[in-house]
């Protein structure tokens, strides 16, 4: 069979049998009398193994080894292969991705999009300086679509631009609470964390509703996490919770912090005094504990809390007792 006809029953074009040629990958087994190339059914059979090969990704050089060298084996080559795709395929969809945020940032002119490119590349910069000041700006400068905000935010190690990252997404309210919601479920914990924080600062709404979710998750860093934020919220959900870090002296003292906001209010204030006093009970915790319970009694309003402290005056426990004692002296100083 002459190169023509080759060339249109197998795809490949003259051109580039004429190149395996010369690369030695298809000789053609004989030639007419006029000198033309002619290939028999076992070229042309290697002449699709090559095409084949060449489907993976093989270069030209790879191909050859594979067909003629016998000592040639396959499998590391092929997975540098799927390395090799692997990457191209985690660069394709990361332009894709960054085409998707500047599509949704619904730019007027080309100066819009390359405004949008320029914050995109310095919410990704190494310098967290360039990151900090990207996450300020997103806001009122450039608009950034609230999906590179959060992943950004889930990915941030710096605490400051994560601080910033966090204020940038609270002003742009509760179009990020989806895929926060998402980062709470990671399996990652410091995503988990850093998800939490972050809808710790959105306002009222979808966010405190998150939050009160949160308190049934299983990382106990999320359920402390969520538990501070909805105190400050009035949200008197959070009260176990809070209860149980300062028995457990995890951020005791943010935690009674929160108690107090709670206790400002009446019906929440005997609540409170009573979950104290249940976990104060003889038996039921260590003294170092029973000490900080009994501290948080400090802001708690009301009889059931003044109670407790009369009780507790007279504790076998000398510091918890000299404690109660001082904290009774100020309320009657009050």
């Known amino acids: 069979m002459l190169i023509g006809d080759v060339a249109r029953r197998s ?7 004429r190149h395996y ?37 093989l270069s030209l050089r790879d191909v050859g080894r594979a067909l003629d060298d016998p000592g040639f084996a396959p499998s590391e080559l092929v997975d540098d292969l799927v390395g090799r795709t692997r990457e191209r395929i985690a660069v394709e969809t990361e332009l894709l991705t960054r085409l998707q945020r500047i599509g949704a940032a619904e730019p007027a002119d080309w100066e819009d999009v390359l405004r949008t490119v320029t914050l ?18 997103a806001v009122e400068e450039v608009p950034v679509p609230v999906e590179a905000l959060v992943e950004a935010v889930l990915g941030e190690t710096d605490p400051h631009v994560a601080g910033a990252l966090r204020w940038a997404l609270a002003r742009l309210g509760e179009g990020g609470l989806a895929l926060l919601a998402e980062g709470l479920r990671s399996p990652l914990a410091e995503v988990r964390e850093r998800a939490v924080r972050s809808i710790a600062e959105i306002p009222d709404g979808g966010a405190t509703a998150l939050l009160r979710d949160a308190l049934a998750n299983p990382d106990t ?42 206790a400002s209010r009446a019906a929440s204030a005997d609540r409170i005094a009573a979950g104290l006093v249940e976990r104060l009970a003889h038996g039921r915790a260590e003294a170092s504990a029973r000490r900080r319970l009994t501290q948080a009694l400090a802001d708690i309003p009301g009889a059931t809390a003044s109670r407790a402290l009369a009780d507790l005056s007279h504790d076998e426990d000398r510091a918890v007792a000299l404690t109660a004692t001082y904290l009774l002296r100020m309320r009657d100083a009050r």
């Not at 795809?11 to 049998?17: I, P, T, Y």
């Not at 033309?36 to 993976?56: M, N, T």
């Not at 995109?120 to 700006?137: F, P, V």
């Not at 359920?223 to 457990?248: F, K, S, W, Y």
């Open 21 to 57: 040629d010369a690369l030695g990958l298809v000789r053609p087994t004989g030639r007419t009398d006029g000198g033309y190339r002619e290939y028999s059914g076992q070229d042309i059979r290697r002449i699709f193994h090559i095409e084949s090969l060449r489907s993976l990704g």
């Open 120 to 137: 995109l590349q310095a919410l990704g910069s190494k310098s967290a300086g360039t990151r900090q000041r990207a996450a300020l700006s």
């Open 11 to 17: 795809g490949v074009s003259a051109r580039m049998l």
């Open 221 to 262: 860093v999320v359920r402390r996490q969520a538990a501070l934020a909805l105190g400050a919220r009035g949200v008197a959900d959070a009260v176990p919770t809070l209860i149980d870090m300062i028995v457990e002296a995890a951020n005791d003292v943010d935690a009674a912090d929160a108690l107090g906001v709670l």
